[in-house]
């Protein structure tokens, strides 16, 4: 699980340098369960990303980096709305945490239609 952060980290450090000369903050949207019975999960992979970063002194490609979190509570139509939030009123560069493929396939459009680079670092997409 550390490896997939680190990559993650590291493909959204390359993926940041040509935003370095157009913004001071590098704005990463998490979005995973953190409550409920499942929630050991979620909170395993936000102290994870939060480890990552805290190695790589909390910078991605020379940026200072603003961590979202949200809980999709395990439910779609909630991940869906928490993803749209944070592409739409945060402005996030990055997106990433989902855990479920029902709450990733709730995102999708949103996501797909805005172009936000998307680290899937869990679910599966099948259709």
Same mark, same amino acid.
């Given at each position: 699980m550390k490896r997939v952060l680190l990559a993650a980290c590291a493909v959204a450090a390359l993926a940041a340098a040509p935003a370095a000369a157009q913004q001071k903050t590098i704005k990463v949207g998490f979005v995973s369960t953190f409550s409920g019975p499942? *929630? *050991?999960i979620g909170n395993d992979m936000r102290n994870s990303f939060e480890l990552a970063l805290d190695h790589l002194g909390r910078k991605l !490609? !020379? =940026?200072p980096v603003e961590v979202i979190y949200e809980d999709d509570q395990l439910k779609p139509e909630i991940g869906k709305q928490k993803t749209e939030k944070l592409i739409q009123a945060d402005k996030v560069d990055f997106m990433v945490g989902y855990i479920w493929s029902n709450v990733l396939l709730a995102s999708l459009k949103p =996501?797909?239609?805005?172009k936000t680079f998307t680290v899937i670092t869990n679910a599966l997409l099948e259709q």
């Amino acid at each position: 699980m550390k490896r997939v952060l680190l990559a993650a980290c590291a493909v959204a450090a390359l993926a940041a340098a040509p935003a370095a000369a157009q913004q001071k903050t590098i704005k990463v949207g998490f979005v995973s369960t953190f409550s409920g019975p499942v *929630a *050991a999960i979620g909170n395993d992979m936000r102290n994870s990303f939060e480890l990552a970063l805290d190695h790589l002194g909390r910078k991605l !490609g !020379g =940026l200072p980096v603003e961590v979202i979190y949200e809980d999709d509570q395990l439910k779609p139509e909630i991940g869906k709305q928490k993803t749209e939030k944070l592409i739409q009123a945060d402005k996030v560069d990055f997106m990433v945490g989902y855990i479920w493929s029902n709450v990733l396939l709730a995102s999708l459009k949103p =996501l797909v239609d805005s172009k936000t680079f998307t680290v899937i670092t869990n679910a599966l997409l099948e259709q």
